[in-house]
């Protein structure tokens, strides 16, 4: 009951403190026989690392992952391949300053979960938040860059959608340009007004939220079960897992509500592979918790950083009335580099959902997942 795995088949434990020596993972139920490298997994740490930018953290980490266990060279081929064994990944965390946090010991900082910690397990680390630092989710885009092995074939990307009140114009929309911004923004016009916005966020010592899309595109049909192992529902709880993260959106997600049956009904046509073809996609590519074959659309949203210069209101753990104002180097906007690590999340679920429905189902890798007359 301890709360720090997630995923059924494809099992992902996290491990380590935001001021420890190190943070790590261990991945487990990955199938034998893939090739994998550190080199395959550092890509997507470089994209969530923080220091980037002037609108991210300035802690220095260069999240460099050691892969521990799990993988072994081929005699014949000489390649590095997974064992069908747990996989271990380690990355050393180089850049802490805990004594930042020193005036903070035993108060209570309004918006982290330095409160409900407390009052659940009678003690804290206060270092950065301790297990409750958004340094945890390193190592979650480090198990999602083996989930993508696992689920070869399925393109999973990410892209930030809104700041604060400001959203993107979808009509703009260009994944191109997702790597050419400092936000993972489609959309160029949206990308040079967010810098002004989140500019002037940064400079008043405040900070804003955030909404992230995550689309997987290439999952064939019949992932997901029915009732309580919903491929939806997977998502929601593992986006929900995120730090910070307040709301789930699956297709349409809230604006559903507002659409008529007519609109919303995603029609069918005949499609040339035996697999319909749909004229619309509300659903976000789930259907009863199974997917469709549709692309799958995910959103969430993504509070303001709870750490900011401003003085606020609390208590001690003592009970003291305090003010209390939070140093350290902090993201003034923590959902810009929330993209990769819902990508990765996105991934995790996928592989395990793929690798639960060949195990019920015997079906490989096929389109469709039963033979038709």
């Not at 259907?287 to 949203?301: D, I, K, N």
């Not at 900011?308 to 180097?329: C, H, N, P, Q, Y």
Request: glycine share 12%; aromatic share 6%; charged share 20%.
């Amino acid at each position: 009951m301890s709360h720090n795995t997630f995923g059924h088949l494809f099992r992902v434990t996290t491990f380590g403190e935001s001021h420890g020596p190190l943070i790590g993972c261990v991945v487990d139920g990955c199938p034998p026989l893939i090739e994998l490298a550190e080199a395959d997994l550092q890509g997507y740490l470089d994209k969530r690392r923080p220091g980037q930018s002037r609108f991210t953290t300035q802690r220095q980490e260069p999240d460099q992952v050691r892969i521990a266990s799990g993988v072994m060279s081929e005699e014949a081929s000489g390649r590095q391949v997974t064992t069908g064994t747990p996989i271990a990944l380690i990355i050393d965390n180089v850049d802490q300053r805990s004594k930042d946090y020193g005036e903070i010991r035993q108060q209570y900082r309004p918006g982290h979960a330095d409160f409900t910690y407390d009052a659940k397990y009678g003690i804290r680390d206060y270092r950065g938040g301790g297990r409750s630092s958004a340094r945890e989710t390193a190592m979650r885009v480090a198990a999602g860059g083996i989930a993508r092995k696992v689920i070869a074939g399925v393109t999973v990307r990410g892209a930030l959608v809104q700041i604060g009140p400001h959203g993107i114009d979808r009509n703009n929309w260009d994944w191109n340009e997702v790597d050419n911004n400092p936000f993972f923004c489609p959309d160029a016009k949206a990308a040079a007004l967010w810098e002004t916005y989140l500019d002037g966020v940064r400079k008043a010592g405040s900070s804003c939220g955030a909404v992230i899309e995550i689309v997987a595109e290439g999952v064939p049909p019949g992932w997901g079960a029915p009732i309580y192992g919903k491929l939806d529902a997977e998502i929601a709880s593992a986006f929900m897992s995120i730090n910070a993260v307040k709301g789930v959106e699956i297709g349409d997600g809230m604006a559903a509500a507002a659409l008529s049956g007519e609109e919303n009904a995603d029609e069918m046509r005949a499609g040339n592979t035996g697999v319909p073809h749909f004229l619309s996609n509300h659903a976000g590519g789930i259907l009863g918790g199974v997917s469709t074959g549709q692309p799958v659309v995910a959103r969430f949203a993504v509070k303001p950083t709870s750490s900011i210069l401003t003085s606020r209101r609390s208590v001690d753990r003592f009970g003291a009335e305090v003010e209390i104002r939070t140093k350290g180097r902090h993201d003034p906007c923590v959902g810009i580099r929330a993209v990769p690590v819902g990508e990765a999340m996105m991934a995790v679920v996928l592989a395990d959902a793929f690798l639960r429905h060949r195990a019920q189902t015997g079906a490989p890798d096929a389109r469709w997942p039963f033979p038709r007359s």
